[in-house]
C-alpha cells in the first residue's frame, strides 16, 4: 500500500509495479517455453538424428563385421534370383516368402526353401532383402528395427558413388564399410521413402 504522504513519482511507481510483475512473469515463462523447445527438439535431433544415425551405424556396422560371409552368401542368392527373373521390377527376401514383381504383372510370391530360410536366419534383424531393376546391381538389406527411421545395408557394383547415390534418392546419410558395401541412413521424407522401395 502508497501512504498518502509519498511523493507523486513514488505512488506512480508503486501503482505501476503489479503491471510489471505481470510482464516480468510473462517474459520469464517465454524463456523458459522457449529453453523446454529447444531441450526438447535437441532432444529429438539426437535420437532422430545424425547422433542417432552414429550409434545405429555403429550397431549395424559390427553386425557386417560378424557376418560378413552370410551379406555375401545373401547377395550371391539374390543375384541368382535376378538372373532367373530377368524381367522383374522387383525382388523381395523375407524369411518365409520370396516374392517376384514383374514388369506390368502383380507381384508373385512363394513360399522360401529350407536353404532360403537357413541363409535368411544367418542375417538377425534384417526385414528384408531388396533387389529392383531401378537401382540395378545393387542389393539392399533392410532393417526396420522396432520402429523408424529405417536404416540400410547396400551391397553395390564397383565404381557406385554411394554418397551421390545417397544423395540422388534422398538418404541422409551414408558410411562406407569395404569396397562394394555401405551403410545407408534412413530417408527422412516418407514420399520418397516409398518410391525408393515401391
Same mark, same amino acid.
Given at each position: 500500500?502508497?501512504?498518502?504522504?509519498?511523493?507523486?513519482?513514488?505512488?506512480?511507481? /508503486? =501503482?505501476?509495479?503489479?503491471?510489471?510483475?505481470?510482464?516480468?512473469?510473462? %517474459?520469464?515463462?517465454?524463456?523458459?517455453?522457449?529453453?523446454?523447445?529447444?531441450?526438447?527438439?535437441?532432444?529429438?535431433?539426437? +535420437?532422430?538424428?545424425?547422433?542417432? $544415425? $552414429? =550409434?545405429?551405424?555403429?550397431?549395424?556396422?559390427?553386425?557386417?563385421?560378424?557376418?560378413?560371409?552370410?551379406?555375401?552368401?545373401?547377395?550371391? /542368392?539374390?543375384?541368382?534370383?535376378?538372373?532367373?527373373?530377368?524381367?522383374?521390377?522387383?525382388?523381395?527376401?523375407?524369411?518365409?516368402? %520370396?516374392?517376384?514383381?514383374?514388369?506390368? =504383372?502383380?507381384?508373385?510370391?512363394?513360399?522360401?526353401?529350407?536353404?532360403?530360410?537357413?541363409?535368411?536366419?544367418?542375417?538377425?534383424?534384417?526385414?528384408? %532383402?531388396?533387389?529392383?531393376? @531401378?537401382?540395378?546391381?545393387?542389393?539392399?538389406? /533392410?532393417? +526396420?528395427?522396432?520402429?523408424?527411421?529405417?536404416? *540400410?545395408?547396400? +551391397?553395390?557394383?564397383?565404381? *557406385? $558413388?554411394?554418397?551421390?547415390?545417397?544423395? $540422388?534418392?534422398?538418404?541422409?546419410?551414408?558410411?562406407?564399410? @569395404?569396397?562394394?558395401?555401405? %551403410?545407408?541412413?534412413?530417408?527422412?521424407?516418407?514420399?520418397?521413402?516409398?518410391?525408393?522401395?515401391?
Amino acid at each position: 500500500m502508497v501512504r498518502s504522504d509519498a511523493p507523486e513519482p513514488e505512488r506512480r511507481l /508503486r =501503482r505501476r509495479s503489479p503491471g510489471r510483475i505481470v510482464l516480468v512473469t510473462l %517474459i520469464v515463462v517465454a524463456a523458459l517455453i522457449l529453453a523446454w523447445r529447444v531441450v526438447v527438439l535437441g532432444a529429438l535431433e539426437a +535420437h532422430f538424428g545424425s547422433g542417432f $544415425d $552414429d =550409434r545405429r551405424f555403429d550397431e549395424l556396422e559390427t553386425a557386417f563385421e560378424h557376418r560378413q560371409p552370410a551379406f555375401a552368401r545373401a547377395d550371391a /542368392r539374390m543375384r541368382e534370383l535376378a538372373a532367373a527373373h530377368p524381367r522383374a521390377e522387383r525382388i523381395a527376401w523375407s524369411l518365409g516368402l %520370396i516374392c517376384v514383381r514383374d514388369a506390368g =504383372r502383380a507381384e508373385a510370391c512363394e513360399p522360401t526353401t529350407p536353404r532360403d530360410q537357413a541363409a535368411y536366419k544367418d542375417l538377425p534383424g534384417v526385414d528384408v %532383402i531388396v533387389r529392383q531393376s @531401378k537401382d540395378e546391381g545393387r542389393t539392399f538389406f /533392410r532393417f +526396420h528395427g522396432d520402429d523408424p527411421p529405417r536404416y *540400410t545395408i547396400m +551391397h553395390a557394383s564397383g565404381g *557406385t $558413388d554411394v554418397a551421390a547415390y545417397a544423395e $540422388d534418392h534422398g538418404f541422409r546419410s551414408t558410411r562406407s564399410l @569395404k569396397p562394394g558395401w555401405a %551403410i545407408l541412413g534412413p530417408i527422412p521424407d516418407v514420399d520418397r521413402e516409398e518410391d525408393q522401395w515401391q
